[in-house]
């Protein structure tokens, strides 16, 4: 996949476009891709995918608050080129783009920069200032310019549209099997190991404690989980637990990410790591002693092993 950040380079003729924010490129985003590059492939030109960046929901709120999101930039385009398509282009997302009239955006971004042949939109997306832009008024603009244009179906599972919205949610909520259902893959973490307190090694459970490479990322709710990591090219089983580590710190504690990594003894600090969250294993709590915190932890353990044996 080619990926072009702004537009100065970006050339094709004719293509097949779809554009949107595309927050963790879940099933119902990779249909939209899928009828993108089988549309393109049809017609014999490329398939391109337009997003912004950043989020334009940290941009319109001044600084992103408390906003959090299911992938980075970093982890969309990955899941955007496994989905086939041939280029990307990223635009970076600023208030004035925010003001642009829906007709402008048309004309600048997908006829003059893109010189769109066929757009396939989402079946909510929305376009210009104050979103103002819709299916309608793409099909005047699309006569207009003489482009092709088709609106896709919302995808559901049972009867609930898939959107990132739902997802983030579910998360949020600790519904990880179903948000992974919907996401078509395992939720994933990336970031760095960093320094951590060793309260774990000292409980015969050393951990690495993890930072997120992206400030906005959702995580997910305070449990105990069954993950897989990532370390360069090899994989390894393991458990992840995120919360304020009330039974050892009491109500003061920090809310951290630490994963311990069986049967593993390397140094990995400083590491870049990645996670895949399988399974839920528990909600977090307080334990009366470690001695009851030791013996959940091994519960913990045999029950992941099982859950990612399976």
Do not use: W
């Given at each position: ?43 014999g030109t490329d398939s391109v995918v337009m ?90 603009y699309a006569a207009r310019y003489s482009f ?138 307080k334990f009366g002693s470690k001695g009851d ?18």
């Amino acid at each position: 996949m080619e990926t072009y950040f702004g537009h100065r380079e970006f050339k094709s003729d004719k293509p097949v476009l779809t554009l949107g924010i595309f927050d963790g490129v879940h099933r119902g985003h990779r249909a939209l891709l899928n009828s993108v590059t089988n549309k393109a492939r049809s017609l014999g030109t490329d398939s391109v995918v337009m997003t912004f960046d950043p989020h334009p929901r940290i941009v319109l709120s001044g600084n992103g608050g408390s906003l959090r999101f299911l992938s980075s930039l970093d982890e969309k385009l990955g899941l955007i080129e496994e989905a086939g398509i041939d280029k990307l282009i990223v635009i970076p997302f600023f208030i004035e783009l925010s003001k642009m009239e829906a007709c402008d955006f048309v004309k600048k971004y997908l006829v003059d920069i893109i010189g769109v042949g066929h757009l396939i939109m989402g079946f909510d997306h929305h376009f210009g200032y104050r979103g103002y832009g819709d299916a309608a008024t793409i099909t005047e603009y699309a006569a207009r310019y003489s482009f092709g244009v088709e609106r896709m179906k919302a995808l559901k599972e049972k009867d609930e549209v898939i959107s990132s919205t739902l997802i983030r949610e579910l998360i949020t909520e600790g519904e990880l099997e179903k948000a992974n259902s919907l996401l078509g893959y395992p939720y994933l973490l990336k970031g760095k190991v960093i320094q951590g307190k060793k309260i774990g090694r000292m409980l015969g459970y050393p951990t690495a404690n993890i930072e997120s490479d992206y400030p906005y990322k959702l995580i997910p709710a305070d449990g105990v989980y069954a993950v897989e990591v990532v370390l360069g090219s090899s994989h390894f089983k393991a458990m992840l637990y995120i919360g304020p580590r009330s039974t050892i710190e009491g109500d003061s504690g920090k809310r951290t990410v630490e994963v311990n990594i069986f049967d593993f003894e390397d140094d990995i600090y400083e590491k870049d790591i990645t996670v895949r969250f399988i399974h839920r294993l528990r909600g977090d709590r307080k334990f009366g002693s470690k001695g009851d915190l030791l013996k959940q932890i091994d519960k913990d353990k045999a029950e992941a092993l099982r859950l990612l044996s399976l």
